[in-house]
DNA sequence: ACATTGACTCGCG
DNA sequence: GCGCGAGCCAATG
């Protein structure tokens, strides 16, 4: 008997509860999110997860960019220019078709934790 | 059953 | 920055 229904394997379950996981306001890349997952080397099958996710899976799709932080669509196209509309409504900057991963990435939480400045350390939002 | 195709990534030149 | 090859592997033809 197969453990997971819904047509959905554990996979497929673990990359959507990552993508899900991406705090608003930061982007992770499909890599990340692969290891995240548990499954290193699967950027491909992260992918594969966001092409066939549909309005209702609701993930937010636009905060996923590649390895270098650029937009995985074809600059210009319609896809590309919801993508980085999405970004910029919630304060991600896309310049030139990419994001700076160093100060938006979400790995860079850990960083901003152990870097930040006192004085602004201690206000939160 | 075989070949191609990707919302990808990384190392090398 | 750019191109190549290798690794990845389910879906598609």
């Known amino acids: 008997m197969k ?10 379950a673990a990359i959507r509860a990552v993508i899900r996981a991406i705090p608003r306001g930061r982007v992770a890349s499909y890599g990340e999110i692969a290891t995240r997952s ?26 996923v960019l590649r390895a270098d932080g650029r937009l995985a669509f ?17 304060g991600v900057p896309v310049e030139r078709g990419r994001v700076d991963i160093a100060r ?8 901003s934790e152990l870097w930040a400045p006192p004085a602004s350390a201690a206000r939160r939002r």
């Open 104 to 111: 938006f990435g979400w790995q860079r939480d850990l960083d």
């Open 38 to 63: 548990g499954l290193p080397r699967r950027a491909r099958l992260v992918g594969r997860v966001l092409r066939e996710a549909d309005a209702a899976t609701r993930l937010p799709w636009h905060r």
């Open 74 to 90: 074809a600059p210009g196209s319609t896809p590309f220019r919801e993508q980085q509309q999405r970004l910029a409504a919630e």
């Open 3 to 12: 453990s997971v229904d819904s047509g959905v394997t554990a996979d497929v």
